[in-house]
């Protein structure tokens, strides 16, 4: 009879259940903080996702260029670098307002040169290939929501091209689209980076995708 006496006493006291109650209020909270941090992650993701750019270029191919846009209108480019796999070429090509157009005639022999290292001219053939592509990178300047901010993504520059049989003539480059890969840390070097992906072989030529007529 003490013994029940004494758990009663011990486990029924006001102290005790005070602190029962203390202890699943502090679990209620804990919880609670963590679906609120949840949710502030949530919202900030979707804050920073809202204003990241992801450009198109419109191609005007009689003269090689395209001008680049955002598919959100509300993103404004106001400047802008393109940087090229170091193998292929090494200077930064800046993109300017108003036209903000990359001229592909920037890298249009080294392309030539590479490609003629890559697939042999055959004698009574015109080789050629509908999808290839090199890695690139855009570092922009843009305005989101009345902010500026800057943005290093990795893109695609696709083209197709043929190779006469003729001794002196240079492979025909058409470039036809720039596809969107990812957002990238403001932190990487984008030449280094460019040239791991060249080298990987991750994303870079079809070298094995050419046919012959």
């Known amino acids: 009879m003490e013994r029940l006496q004494y758990f009663l006493k011990t486990w029924f006291s006001p102290s005790y259940i005070a602190n029962i109650v203390a202890i699943l209020a502090l679990i209620v909270s804990v919880r609670s903080c963590r679906l609120s941090q949840a949710s502030f992650d949530l919202a900030n993701d979707e ?25 959100d209108p509300s993103i404004k480019l106001q400047m802008a670098k393109v940087y090229y796999p170091p193998q292929i070429r090494k200077d930064v090509w800046d993109v300017y307002p108003p036209e903000y157009e990359l001229h592909m005639t920037g890298i249009l022999f080294e392309l030539q040169s590479f490609i003629e290292s890559k697939v042999k001219k055959k004698k009574d053939h015109v080789s050629f290939a509908l999808d290839w592509n090199i ?3 855009i570092e922009s300047l843009y305005v989101a929501k009345g902010r500026s901010y800057i943005d290093r993504s990795l893109y695609l520059l696709r083209f197709e091209f043929s190779i006469p049989d003729g001794a002196y003539e240079k492979p025909d480059i058409k470039f036809t689209a720039i596809s969107f890969l990812e957002h990238l840390k403001s932190s990487e070097d984008s030449h280094n980076l460019l040239s791991r992906l060249w080298q990987s072989g991750g994303i870079t030529m079809h070298q094995d995708k050419f046919l012959s007529d």
Not at 60 to 70: A, C, G, P, R, T
Request: aromatic share 14%; proline share 7%.
């Open 135 to 137: 890695p690139f990178i």
């Open 47 to 71: 804050y920073k996702t809202s204003r990241m750019p992801v450009y198109t270029g419109i191609l005007q191919d009689s003269i090689k260029v395209f001008k680049l846009h955002s598919t």
